[in-house]
Structures are given as structure tokens and as C-alpha cells.
């Protein structure tokens, strides 16, 4: 038996939402953003009616932005950790910006080895 993950995504103008149960996916959700929602315990009736559903106590990755994490959807306390309910637990993640990919040089060929050789000299150096 796998363990049941919701991972709940609040980046931009949009909520996203994924259940899994070990490699599959079993839903997906694209919704209003955070500030759409004017009553948290809507979040917490949906975790658990999918928590009653499935007859397993969910765990639940909440990735956001710093600023929100002080108290996102009603899922964290107010220093940003996520609560823990009988139907599912909380775990705080922070978006974290990805790196820029570095602008290209068109025209001159293909140069992806001499990129995956630089790859391998910076991991030595650091």
C-alpha cells in the first residue's frame, strides 16, 4: 500500500492541485488562486472529503512563496509549519527560484557537449 500525497501548488494567478498514491496520479486540479478564496475551510473540507474518500489519512506538500507561508490556506500555523489534522498532515515547502538558463548564441552550431563538460567542471569546483 502507498502512502496518499497531496501536493498543492499556490505560484502566480493559479492554484494547482496533484494526488498521488505512490507513482500514479490519481487527480489533478487547476484553481482560482489563494486570494479567490474567501473561506479557508473550504481547503480543509477538501482534504478531507478526499481523505473520508480514499479511507487514508493524507499528506499534504504545500509549496509557496515565503511571504505566504505565515498562514496559507488555513494549512500552517502563524510561523509558516504546517498543522497536523485527523484526516491529513501538513508539510511546508518553499518555491525556490529556479536558476536562469543564460541566454544562447545562435547560429554556430551545436555546442550541448562543451555545456555538459561545464556542468562537470562545476561540480568539481565546488
Not at 490556506?73 to 497536523?84: C, H, K, S, V, Y
Not at 515547502?93 to 562543451?114: C, H, L, T, V, Y
Request: charged share 30%.
Amino acid at each position: 500500500m502507498h502512502k496518499y500525497i497531496v501536493t498543492i501548488s499556490t505560484k502566480g494567478d493559479k492554484t494547482r492541485l496533484l494526488l498521488t498514491e505512490g507513482p500514479d496520479e490519481l487527480l489533478r486540479a487547476k484553481l482560482p488562486p489563494v486570494s479567490c478564496v474567501y473561506y479557508e475551510d473550504a481547503v480543509r473540507s477538501l482534504l478531507q472529503g478526499l481523505s473520508m474518500w480514499l479511507d487514508h489519512r493524507l499528506h499534504v506538500v504545500l509549496s509557496v512563496d515565503a511571504r505566504d507561508a505565515s498562514y496559507c490556506l488555513g494549512l500552517t500555523d502563524n510561523l509558516g509549519f504546517g498543522e497536523r489534522h485527523v484526516f491529513f498532515d501538513v508539510e511546508v515547502k518553499m518555491n525556490e527560484a529556479r536558476p536562469r538558463r543564460g541566454s544562447r548564441i545562435r547560429g554556430m552550431g551545436d555546442f550541448s557537449d562543451m555545456r555538459q563538460l561545464l556542468l562537470l567542471g562545476s561540480e568539481k569546483v565546488q
